[in-house]
């Protein structure tokens, strides 16, 4: 059971707009703490797509985006394209000075 | 560029201690800019911070794993290392290293870059 909570899956046709959930607590969205989102291809290493709640690493296209409200978070993208078909996970902070993860959400592009 | 690769057994005995070395190559772990992590994927599942390490030996761990891991640093030879002990299957999985976002644990926890991952196996 993984502290955020993410859908299982997601899927989208080509062009259209997906959202990814992720829900924390009082104890790690909650108090402010920042999220963090990471895409992971099939078979190999995540790689970083948005830190801080809404910053793109350089190299990371602007149909991807995320947002964070109260003790949720957000991972936006748009204009759909099968090379998006991944796993992505949501990172944040707890109170407990760990960093804990959400379980995981498989976008499937139809 | 900054490339950091995982290295150690791929397969490790019930009971005994899980060992592995990450080195950094194109930057220093000796920066004060940045924190060093582990995280691992247990086959077919999510991911899981294990712990993190700062240049001046400062750790954090997941309260799971705080009694039976160490995660150490070299600077010398720019690597730090994971011991995981007393290790059963559950613990087997892809674990992965990366640097941390930044100098701040608080703020700066994400990770990025990410080495490849290496498949460790716990089996008899």
């Known amino acids: 059971q993984s502290v955020l909570t993410q859908p299982p899956s997601v899927s989208g046709a080509p062009g259209q707009r997906v959202t990814i959930s992720c829900t924390g607590t009082?104890?790690?969205?909650?108090?402010?703490?920042?999220v963090h989102w990471y895409q992971q291809l099939p078979g190999t290493a995540p790689k970083l797509l948005i830190y801080?709640?809404?910053n793109r690493p350089s190299g990371v296209p602007d149909r991807f985006s995320g947002s964070k409200s109260g003790t949720s978070a957000s991972l936006a993208i748009t204009g759909l394209q099968a090379e998006d078909e991944a796993d992505y996970y949501c990172?944040?902070?707890?109170?407990?000075?760990?960093?804990?993860f959400g379980g995981g959400t498989k976008l499937t592009v139809l | 560029q900054l490339q950091l690769q995982e290295s150690g057994p791929g397969l490790v005995k019930p009971s005994e201690t899980l060992s592995l070395t990450c080195t950094v190559s194109?930057?220093?772990?000796?920066?004060?800019?940045?924190?060093w992590g582990w995280i691992r994927q247990p086959p077919g599942k999510g991911l899981e911070w294990i712990g993190s390490?700062?240049?001046?030996?400062?750790?954090y761990y997941t309260s799971s794993l705080r009694s039976r891991v160490t995660v150490s640093a070299d600077t010398s030879k720019n690597q730090f290392s994971l011991k995981l002990s007393s290790v059963t299957a559950a613990d087997t999985g892809v674990y992965y290293c990366?640097?941390?976002?930044?100098?701040?644990?608080?703020?700066?926890?994400?990770?990025?870059?990410w080495g490849q991952g290496t498949l460790v196996t716990v089996s008899s």
């Open positions: 990366a640097r941390v976002g930044g100098s701040s644990w608080k703020e700066h926890n994400w990770f990025d870059p």
């Open positions: 194109g930057g220093s772990i000796s920066s004060s800019s940045h924190y």
């Open positions: 390490i700062y240049y001046s030996g400062s750790t």
């Open positions: 009082s104890s790690n969205i909650g108090p402010g703490y920042d």
């Open positions: 801080g709640n809404n």
């Open positions: 990172q944040s902070y707890d109170s407990s000075l760990s960093v804990v």
